[in-house]
Structures are given as C-alpha cells and as structure tokens.
Nanobody
Framework: QVQLVESGGGLVQAGDSLSLNCEVFGRTVNRYRNTVGWFRQAPGKEREFVAAIRWQSGTTEYADSVKGRFSISRDNAKLTVDLHMNSLKPEETAIYFC?????????????????WGQGTQVTVSS
C-alpha cells in the first residue's frame, strides 16, 4: 500500500514564503523511474500542475506561473520531497497535493500519476 502524506500548509500573507513536505510510504520511490509531483486545486477550479522531480535524475519541471519563485527538491535518505514557495500570491490559495507515479512521460498531466496524498491547505491572504 502506497501512501503519501503532505505537511507544511498554513495561512500566510502575500509575498511570504512557505515550504511543503511530502513523505512517501510503502514504495521505493528512489528506485525505478519514479516521479513525484506537486499539484494544486483552488475552489471551483481544476487541479493544476505546479512542479515535479524525476527521482533518479533529479530533473525538475515547473509550471510557468511558478518558475523563479518555487523550487522542488528531494531527500534521498528520508524519501521526501519538498516544495519551497516564495513570493506567494493570494490567487495561489489552494489545496496542494503530492503524487507519485512510475514511467511518467509528461509530468504535467495528473492522470499519469498513480498515487495521491490527501492534500494540505495553503491560504495566502492579501
């Protein structure tokens, strides 16, 4: 059974920074061709891609809207993935989810991920 647990969400002001953490249980995420991604979903909107990291190579990808402000990293010892978010905007208020999948071709497509966490709420006040 694979389980992903997100943490680190909270209430911040516009322009603040926040870091989210995703821990993967029950899967050797550091083996094979696994990818871990972060997505977010605001009320009334579709889930959208934020960032992803291909575990073995360390290659990262970002949505255009977060490039230069967000960074994704992995800890190979702890089997966790962090999303560091800077200069947050009110419109980035959403539930943030991490997900993992194997042999993902396009990291931006949510349906390619096989396992999802429950999400963590990020609220950015203006």
């Amino acid at each position: 059974q694979v389980q992903l647990v997100e943490s680190g969400g909270g209430l911040v002001q516009a322009g603040d920074s926040l870091s989210l953490n995703c821990e993967v249980f029950g899967r050797t995420v550091n083996r094979y061709r696994n990818t871990v991604g972060w997505f977010r979903q605001a009320p009334g909107k579709e889930r959208e891609f934020v960032a992803a990291i291909r575990w073995q190579s360390g290659t990262t990808e970002y949505a255009d809207s977060v490039k230069g402000r967000f960074s994704i990293s992995r800890d190979n010892a702890k089997l966790t993935v962090d999303l560091h978010m800077n200069s947050l905007k009110p419109e980035e208020t959403a539930i943030y989810f991490c997900a993992t999948g194997r042999n993902i071709i396009s990291t931006m497509i949510s349906s390619q991920y096989h396992y999802w966490g429950q999400g963590t709420q990020v609220t950015v006040s203006s």
